[in-house]
């Protein structure tokens, strides 16, 4: 019997499709997360995500339309839903908000030592193409919903305060490791810098 009599082989089966149930979504993340690790920004493709997920590349293009997006939604960490993390941050309104703020963004971004946030960083030293995905991905999920508590003359501004901070004290505790900012422990980090981020959301500017 011939290879074309015996049907199908495995290097031809259909990839396109998961059984019912099945988390594609997170198991094309997952995939990215390893690729852009392993491979850097450049380096990994939307083929290349497919392999490793097991899937058809016009899958992960049905989830992500372009690489920059399915880079920006693989680096936030995993198990991390963004929805969950509003909810989270704004149900106490403005009062104790950069606390909470704060909190979440560095029990996220530091849940694994830094290490997925080392990869997204050293994917944004792509382009500025990268960084922009990445940052927008953030301010849709996250941002946009705190910034729907603020007053609406200043939001933007309000915001940007806050983003520019926050990601110093990541780059400070993660990247540069400067002392001795990146060895205290996350309660200690926020009660020294969220009183400055509740003046950004709240105080006079």
Known sequence: ?????????????????RPSGGDTRGTILAAARA???????DGASIRSVARRADVDPALVRHYFSHKSELFAAGMVPA?????????GVTAG????????????????????????????????????????ALLGYAGREVYAAVAQLL?????????SLVVSHVAGVLLARNIAYIEPIASLPVPRVVELVAPTLQRYLTGPV
């Open 1 to 17: 019997m011939t290879t074309s009599e015996a049907g199908p082989t495995e290097s031809a089966r259909p990839r396109g499709r």
């Open 35 to 41: 690729e852009f690790a392993e491979r850097g920004y």
């Open 79 to 87: 198990r991390a839903d963004p929805a969950d993390l509003v909810v």
């Open 93 to 132: 309104g403005l009062e104790g908000l950069g606390a909470r703020l704060l909190t979440t963004i560095l029990e996220l971004w530091e849940a694994d030592g830094g290490a997925a946030f080392r990869v997204a960083f050293a994917g944004l030293g792509s382009s500025e193409v990268h960084a922009e």
């Open 151 to 159: 007053p609406a003359p200043d939001r933007q501004l309000r915001i």
